[in-house]
């Protein structure tokens, strides 16, 4: 799908890191964006410098995301291209032992259900929402109506050790992939996902230059993490390669993740 002036498109977590770098790129090639993301101050302004639209968005909330379709509709017409970033992790062990009063303790089942409603959960629902809305619309060349594009992670297929909840959220993505195109391949809707390994964003921003280093030694080759825009070229790629559907693709260097 050619990214025309004016076509409509929406990016979860787009206030931030790989979904930031995605709204921009998208922006550039003359659509109109909207961002959904918690994050309002850092939102606007991202909005802003792209001439696009924020809507406070929680994806664990139906009616937060339906008001966010709403808005983002109001403002740039029924989105075209829909690219799920909103996402979020922890590190906690299935059991883990503490080491001075050898108390065993089981993964708090909140906590997983909370990386579950966010990262895969939150997801499907904008997949769904979003492509309810591209019926409506008419199809281009080839018969298409729209195209998403969901985040998932290496993590998918060789988590860590505390990554269960993660993993399993974006192992959930990476499933849904197919049978998702599948269900929308009559009404001309693409869908494709990105495995992304190690990528500069804020979270490991935050992380020490010792770790960093020791990180991204680990990446095969180049020798570094991954950039935000290298990111959103993929995305780019996707959304332009009418041929592409119902697939899921590594962005990592070459990294096969090591436990721990």
């Known amino acids: ?11 979860t977590g787009g206030a931030s890191g790989l979904g930031e770098a995605t709204a921009r790129a998208i922006a550039a090639q003359g659509a109109k964006v909207a961002l959904f993301d918690f994050n309002e101050e850092t939102g606007t302004k991202v909005a802003a410098d792209i001439g696009g639209t924020f809507c406070k968005v929680d994806v664990t909330d139906e009616a937060s995301v339906d008001a966010g379709f709403a808005k983002a509709r109001a403002a740039h017409g029924q989105e075209r291209i829909l690219v799920n970033c909103a996402g979020t992790g922890n590190v906690i062990k299935t059991v883990s032992r503490d080491r001075e009063t050898g108390e065993i303790k089981a993964f708090p089942t909140d906590q997983f259900e909370r990386i579950i409603q966010i990262n895969l959960i939150g997801t499907f629902r904008c ?33 860590q050790i505390g990554q269960a909840a993660y993993s399993a959220s974006k192992g959930g993505i990476v499933s849904l992939t197919l049978p998702m195109a599948r269900d929308l391949m009559g009404e001309g809707i693409r ?4 495995l992304p390994g190690i990528f500069d964003t804020p979270l490991m921003a935050r992380a020490s230059d010792k770790v960093r280093d020791a990180l991204s030694a680990t990446v095969p080759f180049p020798k570094r993490f991954g950039k935000p825009e290298e990111f959103a070229a993929m995305a780019l790629a996707m959304i332009e390669n009418d041929y592409w559907n119902g697939e899921y693709v590594r962005l990592d260097g070459g990294l096969r993740m090591p436990p721990r």
């Open 1 to 11: 799908m050619k990214i025309d002036q004016g076509v409509a498109a929406i990016v």
């Open 127 to 159: 997949c769904a929402k979003s492509a309810a809305g591209m019926l409506s619309l008419d199809p281009l060349e080839d018969k298409a109506r729209g195209v998403i594009i969901n985040t998932s992670s290496a993590a998918a297929v060789d988590g």
């Open 191 to 194: 869908v494709n996902a990105i």
